[in-house]
C-alpha cells in the first residue's frame, strides 16, 4: 500500500486530474432485475461503507490533511476527511493515460473494488472555454482511447464519458462542422471501452439546466453510440439536485428505450446557486458535498451516484479560482463545512 501511495502521489504532482464546465454559460435497455442497481456492479466482495468503488489513498484532499495537521489545523483537518475518505473519479490526462489508469485499476481489484474514470479528451474540447484542449486530431483521439482502454484490462471499472461532448452539441456551443466526427468518435470509443469484459461506459449527457428539453439529447446521443454503452451520466461537475437529476434522468431513459444512468452528486448537498446561470456553474460559493458514492439509489433506472468532479478541484479562473481541474482547498474545506454530516 505504501508503494501505491507513492505512485499516485507522483501522478498527482504531473497533473493528471482535469476539469470541465458542465453547464450553461458553459439501443434498448434491459429492465434491472429486483435486487436493485447494485447488482449491476459486478465485485468479489461488497466493501465497508455501502460503496463498491475504489478510494484513492493519495488523493490530493489526503495530501491537504496530512499538511494541515503537521500546521495544527486539525479542526479543518478533520472536515476534509468528508472528501478524502470518499472514492471519487479520476480524470487521466495528456498524452499517456496508463500509468493513472493501470494504478487505481489494479489497487481496485486488490481490494475488491471498482475504479471510477472519466475520459475527457475529445478534440476541440469545451469550445474554447476554461477546460478548452483535448486530443489534436480524431487518429490521436483514437489512440488515447485504445491506450486508456488497455490499461484498464480485465479490472473493473466505470468509465464516464467525455462530459460536455454532447450537450455542446445540442446547445451549438460545438461548430456544426465537428459534430458529426464527434458523434462517431464518441461511439468508437464505446465500442472500444465495452472490449474490456469488466467496464462499465456512461456516455454524458449534460444536466436538467441545460438542456432543459431531454428529447433534444436523444438524437445526438443515439448517434454517438449510446446503445452499446452502459448508459448515460448526468450532472458532471454541476450543482443540480438529486431529486431534479433524477427526474431529468428518468424523462432521458423512456426516451431512449430505458437507458440506466449515473448523476454525480459530488457538489450538489445545497443544489445551484441562484441567479445568473451564465456563471452559477464556476466556483459558485456557498455549495456543499451532496450523497455519497452508492449503488443504494431506490431507483432501478439510476445505477449510481457518483462524486465523478473531484470536489475541491477549480471549474476554472472565476471567483478567484485556480486552472480548472487544480486542487483548490479553500473551496475544498467550504464543500465539507458546508455538508452534511
Known amino acids: 500500500m505504501t508503494r501505491l501511495i507513492r505512485t499516485f502521489a507522483a501522478l498527482a504532482l504531473l497533473g493528471l486530474?482535469?476539469?470541465c464546465s458542465s453547464g450553461p454559460g458553459s439501443g434498448s435497455g434491459e429492465a434491472p432485475a429486483a435486487t436493485g442497481a447494485a447488482e449491476r456492479f459486478a465485485r468479489r466482495a461488497t466493501p465497508a461503507?455501502?460503496?463498491?468503488?475504489?478510494?484513492?489513498?493519495?488523493?490530493?484532499?489526503?495530501?491537504?490533511?496530512?499538511?494541515w495537521r503537521q500546521q495544527g489545523r486539525t479542526e479543518d483537518a478533520e472536515l476534509l476527511r468528508r472528501i478524502a475518505d470518499q472514492p471519487v473519479a479520476l480524470?487521466?490526462?495528456?498524452?499517456?493515460?496508463?500509468?493513472?489508469?493501470g494504478t487505481a485499476t489494479r489497487a481496485a481489484a486488490e481490494q475488491g473494488r471498482t475504479a471510477v474514470f472519466v475520459a475527457y479528451n475529445i478534440p476541440h474540447r469545451d469550445c474554447g472555454?476554461?477546460?478548452a484542449g483535448g486530443a489534436p486530431d480524431a487518429a490521436a483521439y483514437r489512440d488515447w482511447i485504445g491506450r486508456f482502454a488497455g490499461a484498464i484490462g480485465d479490472g473493473e471499472a466505470v468509465v464516464v464519458l467525455e462530459p460536455d461532448a454532447v450537450a455542446h452539441i445540442v446547445d451549438g456551443c460545438t461548430p456544426p462542422a465537428y459534430h458529426a466526427e464527434r458523434e462517431r468518435l464518441l461511439s468508437e470509443a464505446i465500442v472500444r471501452l465495452k472490449r474490456q469484459p469488466r467496464t462499465k461506459v456512461y456516455l454524458d449527457a449534460g444536466n436538467p439546466d441545460w438542456i432543459?428539453?431531454?428529447?433534444?439529447?436523444?438524437e445526438p446521443l443515439t448517434r454517438a453510440g449510446?446503445?452499446?454503452?452502459?448508459g448515460f451520466a448526468l450532472?458532471?461537475?454541476?450543482?443540480?439536485?438529486?431529486?431534479?437529476?433524477k427526474k431529468y434522468g428518468l424523462a432521458l431513459s423512456e426516451r431512449l428505450d430505458g437507458k440506466h444512468f449515473?448523476?454525480?452528486s459530488s457538489r450538489n448537498g445545497n443544489g445551484p446557486l441562484e441567479g445568473d446561470r451564465g456563471q452559477a456553474w464556476c466556483n459558485p460559493p456557498g455549495r456543499a458535498l451532496g450523497t455519497r458514492p452508492t449503488t443504494d439509489t431506490g431507483e432501478p433506472a439510476l445505477d449510481a451516484y457518483l462524486w465523478i468532479k473531484r470536489p475541491g478541484e477549480s471549474d476554472g479562473q472565476c471567483r478567484g479560482g485556480p486552472a480548472a481541474g487544480q486542487w483548490w482547498p479553500d473551496y475544498a474545506l467550504g464543500l465539507a463545512r458546508n455538508a452534511r454530516a
Request: net charge negative; proline share 11%.
Open 17 to 19: 486530474a482535469a476539469g
Open 49 to 67: 461503507g455501502g460503496s463498491p468503488f475504489w478510494v484513492d489513498p493519495a488523493s490530493p484532499a489526503v495530501r491537504q490533511i496530512q499538511e
Open 91 to 101: 480524470w487521466p490526462a495528456g498524452d499517456h493515460p496508463e500509468p493513472t489508469v
Open 129 to 131: 472555454q476554461h477546460s
Open 212 to 218: 432543459e428539453e431531454p428529447w433534444k439529447l436523444v
Open 226 to 230: 449510446i446503445a452499446a454503452a452502459d
Open 235 to 245: 450532472n458532471v461537475s454541476n450543482f443540480q439536485t438529486d431529486a431534479a437529476t
Open 262 to 264: 449515473v448523476v454525480d
